[in-house]
């Protein structure tokens, strides 16, 4: 079996991303485009994070930001902590920056309790 390039696997992954009617669809779709190419993940988790309907998909875009390479991902993750309109989404976000090791994500969650 030959595999397709990332960029055509890609392709049909961002479309169930934004546009399955299931949440389940869209947050296993969400998963694998942070896998296959977490640049083109970033924007759309964004996007699941702030608007998809669903809490379920939302609290999955934020752990799946919190696992991007790099930490691509963390600059995202303390917008959602500081400024999210949905409590729960920004408990989450922080949890998410605790648990990431990641240098930023401990100076913002300090200034955060301050």
Known sequence: MTELPAD???APLRSLASDATHPEVRIRALEGLA???PTDALSLLEQ???SDK???VREDAVWALAELPGGSG???LVKVARIHP???LR???MEALAESGDDRARRALRS???
């Open 91 to 93: 408990e989450e976000a």
């Open 112 to 114: 955060m309790a301050q």
């Open 48 to 50: 699941a994070t702030w």
């Open 8 to 10: 055509r696997a890609a």
């Open 74 to 76: 963390i600059p995202m």
């Open 86 to 88: 949905d409590h729960d």
């Open 35 to 37: 896998e296959l190419s």
């Open 54 to 56: 669903d809490p379920e």
